[in-house]
């Protein structure tokens, strides 16, 4: 971590990229890095491959972000991704070597593949937040409420509210922090969970509806196709913040929710969710995605009934 504080430090122009279809700790741990960057007098560019969802739009410095394509052939000092399990995530429309002679890969992922030249994984951090909380205190920023506002959001959305397993007595020690620095936990969730729309409200019912069953694999999954989108009215970004995939794991008897959903024109978004006897990091990783124990994803080419075939697939050679 010292490494990879000092790499950042002397580091002039810093490229910073969220992941694809980033979420609360992507932006917060990124954006946090960014800001104390800033503050110590870098250049810090922040890109992503896709928009921000509505929910996190309130957050200091979303409006610094430029879509890749923005950036075309400039150079760099320094990548430095948080959050980003293999170097596809940040999907650069190039490799990210053309951008800079050196990769900074801190992240959270026990899936990480160990990308770049300074790789720091702890897969025992509950959010990538508390891996940014760490560099800003290597970086002697002192964490005054913007960058507490930002950490906060990326630990309590990673966390699910700090419900999940993997939520440590660093992780409530470090919100006990932040809500020093002048968080108010109320006024945060209403605004990341309280302000979302009727096309995705639609949508989970709709979802709800598609509930499939398989006991016997212990699994529960929803189908969305692009006709729920339309007839909801909603955005894949609604899917992402309304967090569809977890009222399957609900369930009594079921150990693995799931959740397929059409992203565009031949390819479809797995999300999968254990209670923690399956490792679902490993079953994602077995078709080219990854992610954590308990929450991990893929992207499948194919239609949703080719999609839902490899998810069954899975299951039944586990
Ligand atoms: P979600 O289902 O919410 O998209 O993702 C759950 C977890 O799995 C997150 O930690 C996310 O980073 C990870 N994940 C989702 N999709 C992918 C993927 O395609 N590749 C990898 N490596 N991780 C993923
Ligand atoms: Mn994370």
Redesign the pocket.
């Known amino acids: 971590m010292k490494e990879i504080a000092q790499e950042l430090r002397a580091a002039r122009r810093i490229l910073m990229s969220l ?3 980033p ?1 609360g700790d992507s932006i917060g741990s990124t954006l946090a890095i960014a800001m104390a960057l800033r503050r110590l007098g870098q250049e810090v560019t922040v890109t992503s491959p896709d928009p921000v969802p509505h929910a996190y739009d309130f957050l200091p410095g979303v409006e610094t972000i430029v879509p890749w394509r923005e950036l075309g052939s400039a150079q760099f000092d320094l990548v430095a991704l948080y ?1 980003c ?2 170097e ?2 940040p999907g650069a429309p190039r490799p990210l070597r053309d951008y800079a002679p050196r990769i900074l890969n801190v992240d959270h ?1 026990a ?1 990480n593949s160990r990308f770049g030249d300074v790789v720091f994984v702890d897969p025992v951090a509950a959010a990538s937040a508390e891996l940014a909380y760490r560099t800003l205190e290597l970086l002697g920023v002192t964490v005054d409420r913007d960058l507490a506002l930002l950490l906060y959001v990326g630990l309590e959305t990673d966390t699910g509210g700090f419900r999940y397993a993997t939520t440590t007595p660093g992780s409530h020690r470090l919100a006990a922090r932040l809500l020093d620095a002048g968080i108010e936990p109320g006024e945060v969730s209403e605004l990341v969970y309280e302000r979302q729309s009727v096309g995705g409200l639609r949508l989970l019912g709709l979802a709800l509806d598609s509930l499939r069953l398989r006991p016997e694999l212990s699994l529960a999954y929803f189908v969305l196709g692009d006709d729920a989108f339309a007839e909801a009215g909603a955005t894949a970004q609604d899917a ?1 913040t309304i967090g569809i ?1 977890d009222y399957a794991r609900r369930l009594e008897g079921i150990e693995v929710a799931g ?1 397929l959903r059409s992203d565009g024109p031949g390819e479809v ?1 797995l ?3 254990s209670k923690g006897q399956v490792n679902v ?1 490993e079953l ?2 077995r078709i ?5 124990e308990r ?5 499948l080419m194919g239609d949703l009934a080719q999609a839902e075939e490899v998810l069954l697939g899975l299951f039944e050679r586990r």
């Open positions: 992941h694809r279809q979420d959050d399990a293999d596809r995530r992922h899936t992402e995939v959740l978004k999300s999968l969710r990091a994602a990783a080219g995605g990854g992610g954590h929450a991990a994803g893929a992207t």
